[in-house]
């Protein structure tokens, strides 16, 4: 008994030449060892015109069936016992036969001839080539998407694209993004060689089918567009030598078009197959949506940052020879902005007050922050009122009150200007935490000022209070975040008024930068990785200053700045 494929089947011997063998569908050669055709059933005499009994294998059937039949002679055996299993076979050949596959199977026959089951395996391997294929593009797709994702960064996208297609679709690749001011930004590669960035004024319609592309219409076929047509400024730079075939192939966006997609090849004058075209508009599908996604973001990000910039706390500095600076610090780690807020107002001269203002609205985060910005835009507007605090809190008061918003606002504001060697300020609290004053020795006093909230009550009431600051004292600003900071050695005490006290009594005759910095760095280890609220605070300071005598040494002469 032998066997192909581990099925037992029929010998190969006289009584097989008829009923079954005859009409095996398979074609079925049996061949002694020196080379010459025994029998041959109907299916292999239709393949096989010339393969009759008689016959040499090498006359008979095709060179590589010839020269395994040859290999497989000594390799081919069946048992000396009848009763034993496990005939011995060579492996099986294949090659073709006309314009088909053959796969050849040997086994041996009784008489140590060798039997060739044949069996066509063109659909078989054609289905399997199919299969490695669509396996392999669905590899580089995903490979795909993931590098087209990495990044939302527009150029980076456009790089990653044309990369990719000229090394996987294409010898060369160009993206151009929709037009923008009379000009197209290009962006092409070479296979092996980094992609090169162009901004440049050019027709589209000079390569067919490369405005509609743009526009967002399906592509054209290949077969249709002549790579003799390419203009020189679609041509990437390193691309040598006459473009055989183009495909032009829109990058769908999200509602837009995010440009067209040019493939070309150097040496194929027949085009890209429909499997190509088809398979490039898959990749220019997935190459769109990312670069339309970079783009959403980009444009957001860009809004975003002009936005955040009138949000954001300013960067205080000198000015008119008085110390100013700043700290803030949001309550989420994530974000940027918050509820607390302070501005510097200068005033329209030198001498006369600058207006500094610290808040803090109710309620944190970005709804709290669009509140703030509204707050210091207004506050800006009322600057020029800047001596009549009460004033400015009754219109501040009175906008809020007639806006959508139901959060009120605590602030102080204060007018502070140079006189001499000493700072003057003027303070007004509105339901805010009073400030505080170091003096040079050290001891530290609570400015006696107070008022109502902004944004709760229909009328405000305030009491303002003076202070003088002489060279090396300090006037702090602070929110509420710094004294209700929870954290010490159980993680739940508050920071405290009477700590925030001594830790500003260390900062005597210091700078204001330096004032700020040390509040904040206790504060922040106090806190260690706990939760707290928005906290901001700012620090004014009378500098160190040298006195100049008068010239006439009557007049009180000046101090340096």
Request: hydrophobic residues 45%; proline residues 8%.
């Given at each position: 008994m032998t066997s192909i494929e581990g099925n037992p089947v029929a010998g190969a011997g006289p009584g097989a030449t008829s009923?079954?063998?005859?009409?095996?569908?398979?074609?079925?050669?049996?061949?002694?060892?020196?080379?010459?055709?025994?029998?041959?059933?109907?299916?292999?005499?239709?393949?096989?015109?010339?393969?009759?009994?008689?016959?040499s294998?090498?006359?008979?059937?095709?060179?590589?069936?010839?020269?395994?039949?040859?290999e497989a002679v000594p390799r081919t055996r069946v048992p000396a016992d009848p009763r034993a299993d496990g005939a011995v076979a060579a492996p099986p050949v294949a090659g073709r036969i006309g314009d088909r596959r053959y796969e050849a199977y040997p086994t041996a026959?009784?008489?140590?001839?060798?039997?060739?089951?044949?069996?066509?395996?063109?659909?078989?391997?054609?289905?399997?080539?199919?299969?490695?294929?669509?396996?392999?593009?669905?590899?580089?797709?995903?490979?795909?998407?993931?590098?087209?994702?990495?990044?939302?960064?527009?150029?980076?996208?456009?790089?990653?694209?044309?990369?990719l297609a000229a090394e996987h679709l294409a010898d060369a690749a160009v993206v151009v993004a929709p037009p923008a001011r009379g000009k197209l930004l290009t962006v092409s590669a070479v296979a092996g060689r980094e992609p090169v960035r162009e901004l440049i004024a050019a027709d589209p319609a000079g390569l067919p089918g490369l405005s509609e592309a743009l526009a967002g219409f399906p592509p054209l076929p290949s077969r249709w567009i002549d790579g003799a047509l390419l203009p020189d400024w679609l041509r990437p730079e390193g691309l040598t030598?006459?473009?055989?075939?183009?495909?032009?192939?829109?990058?769908?966006?999200?509602?837009?078009?995010?440009?067209?997609?040019?493939?070309?090849?150097?040496?194929?004058?027949?085009?890209?197959?429909?499997?190509e075209e088809v398979f490039a508009r898959l990749f220019a599908a997935r190459a769109g949506a990312a670069l339309s996604a970079a783009r959403l973001y980009s444009e957001q990000s860009a809004i975003t940052q002009t936005l955040m910039r009138e949000l954001l706390p300013p960067k205080l500095q000198r000015l008119n020879g008085i110390e100013f600076a700043g700290g803030y610090r949001?309550?989420?780690?994530?974000?940027?902005?918050?509820?607390?807020?302070?501005?510097?107002?200068?005033?329209?001269?030198?001498?006369?007050?600058?207006?500094?203002?610290?808040?803090?609205?109710?309620?944190?985060?970005?709804?709290?922050?669009?509140?703030?910005?509204?707050?210091?835009?207004?506050?800006?507007?009322?600057?020029?009122?800047?001596?009549?605090?009460?004033?400015?809190?009754?219109?501040?008061?009175?906008?809020?009150?007639?806006?959508?918003?139901?959060?009120?606002?605590?602030?102080?504001?204060?007018?502070?200007?140079?006189?001499?060697?000493?700072?003057?300020?003027?303070?007004?609290?509105?339901?805010?935490?009073?400030?505080?004053?170091?003096?040079?020795?050290?001891?530290?006093?609570?400015?006696?000022?107070?008022?109502?909230?902004?944004?709760?009550l229909p009328a405000v009431e305030a009491?303002?209070?003076?202070?003088?600051?002489?060279?090396?004292e300090t006037c702090l600003l602070h929110t509420d975040g710094f004294t209700e900071a929870r954290g010490g050695?159980?993680?739940?005490?508050?920071?405290?008024?009477?700590?925030?006290?001594?830790?500003?009594?260390?900062?005597?005759?210091?700078?204001?930068?330096?004032?700020?910095?040390?509040?904040?760095?206790?504060?922040?280890?106090?806190?260690?990785?706990?939760?707290?609220?928005d906290m901001a605070l700012v620090a004014i300071s009378a500098p160190?200053?040298?006195?100049?005598?008068a010239v006439d040494g009557h007049t009180r002469g000046r101090y340096t700045i």
């Amino acid at each position: 008994m032998t066997s192909i494929e581990g099925n037992p089947v029929a010998g190969a011997g006289p009584g097989a030449t008829s009923g079954l063998w005859a009409l095996a569908p398979y074609p079925v050669l049996v061949a002694d060892p020196a080379g010459t055709v025994v029998r041959a059933n109907s299916a292999a005499r239709s393949l096989l015109h010339r393969a009759e009994p008689g016959a040499s294998m090498q006359d008979a059937v095709p060179g590589w069936l010839a020269r395994a039949h040859f290999e497989a002679v000594p390799r081919t055996r069946v048992p000396a016992d009848p009763r034993a299993d496990g005939a011995v076979a060579a492996p099986p050949v294949a090659g073709r036969i006309g314009d088909r596959r053959y796969e050849a199977y040997p086994t041996a026959g009784e008489a140590g001839e060798v039997v060739w089951w044949m069996i066509d395996g063109t659909d078989r391997r054609r289905a399997e080539q199919a299969l490695t294929a669509e396996r392999e593009r669905t590899g580089f797709l995903v490979e795909a998407s993931n590098v087209l994702l990495a990044s939302l960064n527009p150029d980076r996208c456009m790089a990653a694209t044309v990369k990719l297609a000229a090394e996987h679709l294409a010898d060369a690749a160009v993206v151009v993004a929709p037009p923008a001011r009379g000009k197209l930004l290009t962006v092409s590669a070479v296979a092996g060689r980094e992609p090169v960035r162009e901004l440049i004024a050019a027709d589209p319609a000079g390569l067919p089918g490369l405005s509609e592309a743009l526009a967002g219409f399906p592509p054209l076929p290949s077969r249709w567009i002549d790579g003799a047509l390419l203009p020189d400024w679609l041509r990437p730079e390193g691309l040598t030598g006459p473009i055989g075939s183009v495909v032009v192939t829109p990058l769908p966006g999200h509602g837009v078009p995010a440009g067209a997609l040019i493939l070309l090849r150097a040496s194929n004058p027949g085009g890209f197959s429909e499997s190509e075209e088809v398979f490039a508009r898959l990749f220019a599908a997935r190459a769109g949506a990312a670069l339309s996604a970079a783009r959403l973001y980009s444009e957001q990000s860009a809004i975003t940052q002009t936005l955040m910039r009138e949000l954001l706390p300013p960067k205080l500095q000198r000015l008119n020879g008085i110390e100013f600076a700043g700290g803030y610090r949001p309550a989420e780690s994530g974000e940027r902005v918050g509820g607390d807020f302070y501005d510097v107002h200068a005033g329209p001269g030198e001498e006369d007050p600058s207006l500094v203002v610290l808040g803090d609205v109710c309620g944190k985060g970005l709804d709290a922050a669009v509140l703030t910005g509204k707050i210091r835009s207004t506050l800006q507007a009322l600057s020029p009122l800047g001596d009549d605090h009460l004033r400015i809190l009754e219109l501040l008061n009175g906008s809020l009150l007639n806006s959508h918003h139901t959060r009120f606002a605590t602030m102080v504001l204060g007018s502070v200007r140079r006189v001499g060697n000493e700072v003057r300020l003027r303070l007004t609290s509105a339901g805010h935490p009073a400030p505080l004053v170091v003096r040079v020795d050290g001891a530290v006093e609570e400015v006696p000022t107070r008022g109502t909230l902004i944004g709760a009550l229909p009328a405000v009431e305030a009491r303002s209070a003076e202070v003088v600051l002489q060279p090396g004292e300090t006037c702090l600003l602070h929110t509420d975040g710094f004294t209700e900071a929870r954290g010490g050695p159980l993680g739940s005490e508050m920071f405290g008024e009477e700590r925030l006290q001594r830790a500003l009594s260390e900062c005597a005759d210091l700078p204001a930068e330096a004032v700020v910095e040390r509040i904040q760095m206790l504060a922040f280890q106090w806190l260690h990785d706990g939760s707290h609220d928005d906290m901001a605070l700012v620090a004014i300071s009378a500098p160190r200053t040298n006195h100049l005598s008068a010239v006439d040494g009557h007049t009180r002469g000046r101090y340096t700045i």
